[in-house]
């Protein structure tokens, strides 16, 4: 029996079990290998993985490159005192906007030479020592939060309770900077950075271990939110700081912090370039990345370490937005910056203004800098995303071969290819890259993956649809032969920035839309215009509106595939999707009703003004000077729209997307007398964690799609 055949056995006789194991898997992500750090000589690898595919558990390893063994270092059950009290809420945050679905050790960071690690456990400092011994615990002055060992590996600096600490491994504590009330933190990203800019962290060590440069986050400004559990009336609800379109946003400076008390504010002109994008210390000083509100300049700043004064080093400007670039800027060596450069139709890597890579070839992120070699990711299509090399003398180098999704992480002549392929994840690490050539180097060393193998296996059918060539992948059930019947159609997408569904990867995603082929329906996944991986005129093809652009191109996609695949039934057409791809289902339902049937639209963003001010002014520009931008992109105002079956469903939880956007647009529907359904999810954030909601939901959304969809008489 060939592989193909006992994948569609699988499929029949386990799609039963398939929503059970998606949530218990928390969407097939424990087991996996992640967070790689290397050690300078490249003969160590710090990882973090959970025990099993439904442990959530995660623990600390290394792995012995060439030896090819594999140490734990860290496990939360064998230290005494650790996971017994609750989780600061600063690091629930922070998982959250991570995206972090496990708990235990879930990340942590080295020192220089990767001897020592530190990391948090129930807001308890913790750390290890990778040349043996086991974890000890390090006296701290409160809950922790983000500990980070200095380049030394003699300090570890933290914030507790919004206050920026450091302590030596006696126990030594010292505050460097103490937050003067409730809406102050140093050290910490704002809402706007961590969940719009992708800046995750807010200080970053000297390379002398004998300074900091920290960021201060004031909200005072910043519109006030209520979170309530409406299931516990006796529960007070919690307010959070929200930066809404048009709104204030926290006010962020940065200091430059001594170990002996010292302190230099670092100077620019902050109500022109409000964002603080990123920031670093290398060999050659501090360097920021500043933005504008309107987004459209970027300005990359070198710092003085002494009096905090900064020197412009490179401007991007853009007349729609300037898209920031993970890892971007950079120096190598030499003080030589790393940069994007958007030019025509291609997104490039440059270095010291030379542009490096072709035309076609979209920089996705910079991964880092040895000397001069830089470690990026790139695309030449848009279905994929390898790891590439660039050496001076030697040109750019693929690295990653087969068909995926990589990114990874390189030092000391090895390089960690963490991918996803079209059988799952994979992590290899290659050694002695590059090698006399410029090659790739040789294989040394795989680091397993212990998740669950899901119980349905996707088989796409990858496919460019219409005049555009839209990025699709159309699923149909295993057991369906052609010619055999028509089938209904759902189409499966998220379709806004910043995410892509349509890969030749093997992602939590592919396997549900599977899973809902093999409820007997014709799955249609397509990336449209606004969607990452196609260069910088197919991203801002939405700019200042991202409403028709997106939805022209699921109904040019799902009418070019009906011409191409004759069982796909086009009277009988659903779609479904959260967040933006919740919009874009809700939106079509009201919009295009002579196409689309029904709709079930999770944690939709109904009216635009109610997003964050990072995210949505970048596509959508300032709500009082663009106005009618927000009105064509919302979906309030148009609810008497609506004439088919729609299910909206909602955390009463999420703070990203707040739920007042259902419930007035649900208010919406029923004043103008427009039947619809409405699925709240108690306790739930933007993204359920809870198991029996996650394994539900798709069975929910399967019955009432089979409902809405059903012919007369079925």
Avoid at 41 to 69: C, K, M, S, Y
Avoid at 499 to 519: K, N, P, Y
Avoid at 522 to 544: F, Q, S
Avoid at 555 to 577: H, T
């Amino acid at each position: 029996m060939n592989r193909k055949s006992r994948d569609l056995d699988r499929n029949i006789l386990n799609s039963a079990d398939f929503p059970r194991q998606f949530a218990r898997s928390r969407r097939f992500s424990l087991g996996v290998p992640r967070h790689f750090t290397v050690s300078p000589d490249g003969h160590r690898i710090l990882f973090v993985r959970t025990g099993a595919g439904t442990d959530p558990v995660g623990r600390l390893w290394q792995f012995e490159n060439g030896v090819g063994e594999e140490r734990m270092l860290a496990d939360p059950a064998l230290l005494v005192g650790a996971g017994s009290g609750a989780v600061p809420e600063e690091e629930r945050l922070r998982r959250e906007r991570a995206r972090e679905r496990s708990e235990g050790v879930v990340t942590y960071a080295a020192d220089d030479a990767t001897r020592l690690v530190a990391f948090a456990l129930s807001g308890a400092l913790w750390a290890v020592r990778t040349d043996g011994g086991t974890p000890f615990s390090v006296p701290a002055a409160g809950p922790v939060v983000d500990p980070r060992p200095s380049p030394d590996g003699r300090h570890i600096a933290y914030v507790s309770r919004g206050s920026f600490q450091v302590v030596d491994l006696a126990g030594n504590d010292r505050q460097l900077a103490r937050a003067e009330g409730p809406e102050v933190t140093y050290g910490l990203a704002e809402y706007a950075a961590a969940e719009s800019m992708g800046r995750l962290r807010g200080y970053w060590w000297a390379p002398d271990s004998r300074h900091v440069l920290v960021a201060r986050a004031d909200t005072t400004p910043v519109e006030r939110r209520y979170i309530s559990d409406p299931a516990d009336p006796a529960k007070p609800p919690r307010p959070i700081r929200y930066p809404a379109a048009g709104t204030a946003n926290a006010e962020v400076t940065l200091q430059l912090l001594s170990l002996e008390g010292e302190r230099v504010d670092v100077e620019w002109d902050r109500k022109a370039y409000e964002y603080l994008v990123d920031a670093g210390w290398d060999a050659h000083g501090p360097l920021i990345a500043v933005q504008s509100r309107d987004q459209c300049i970027l300005r990359t700043l070198a710092v003085d370490p002494a009096t905090g004064a900064t020197e412009v080093l490179h401007e991007r400007t853009d007349p729609a937005w300037v898209e920031i670039v993970p890892g971007t800027p950079a120096r190598t060596a030499s003080g030589a910056l790393v940069l994007p450069e958007d030019a025509g139709d291609t997104r490039y890597l440059t270095v010291g203004g030379t542009r490096l890579t072709p035309d076609g070839l979209q920089l996705r992120a910079v991964l880092g800098v040895a000397g001069e070699q830089v470690l990026f990711t790139a695309s030449e299509d848009p279905t994929e995303t390898h790891v590439w090399r660039y050496e001076p003398g030697h040109g750019i180098r693929r690295l990653s071969d087969v068909p995926g999704r990589y990114t990874g992480v390189g030092r000391g002549g090895t390089v960690v290819l963490d991918g996803v392929t079209e059988h799952g994840s994979e992590v290899r690490v290659l050694r002695d890259p590059p090698d006399t050539d410029g090659g790739a180097g040789a294989l040394s060393g795989v680091i397993a993956s212990v998740s669950e193998e899901p119980a349905v296996t996707p088989r796409p059918v990858h496919l460019a649809l219409g005049e555009r060539e839209l990025r699709g992948a159309l699923y149909l059930p295993s057991w369906h032969k052609e010619g055999a019947g028509k089938l209904p159609v759902l189409l499966d997408p998220y379709g806004g920035p910043a995410m892509q569904l349509v890969t030749r990867a093997r992602a939590w995603f592919t396997c549900v839309s599977q899973w809902f082929a093999e409820q007997g329906f014709a799955v249609l996944v397509v990336d449209g215009r606004g969607t990452p991986g196609r260069g910088p005129a197919w991203e801002k093809a939405v700019h200042g509106d991202q409403l028709t652009p997106a939805l022209e191109d699921q109904v040019d996609a799902l009418q070019a595939a009906g011409a191409r695949f004759p069982d796909l039934d086009l009277e009988r057409v659903a779609i479904r999707g959260w967040s933006f791809g919740g919009f874009l289902a809700a939106a079509a339902v009201l919009h295009r009703p002579d196409v689309f049937h029904a709709a079930v639209a999770g944690a939709p963003p109904t009216d635009q003004r109610l997003y964050d001010t990072h995210w949505k002014e970048r596509f959508l520009g300032h709500p009082d000077e663009q106005p009618e931008n927000y009105a064509r992109s919302s979906l309030v105002g148009d609810g008497h729209l609506l004439r088919r079956p729609l299910l909206l469903v909602h955390g009463l939880a999420d703070d990203n997307v707040a739920v007042a956007h259902t419930l007035r647009f649900s208010a919406e529907l029923l004043a103008a007398g427009k039947p619809h359904s409405v699925l709240p999810l108690p306790g739930a954030t933007h993204s359920p964690t809870d198991d029996g909601v996650n394994e539900n939901l798709l069975r929910i959304q399967r019955d009432f799609l089979r409902e809405a969809l059903a012919r007369p008489g079925e």
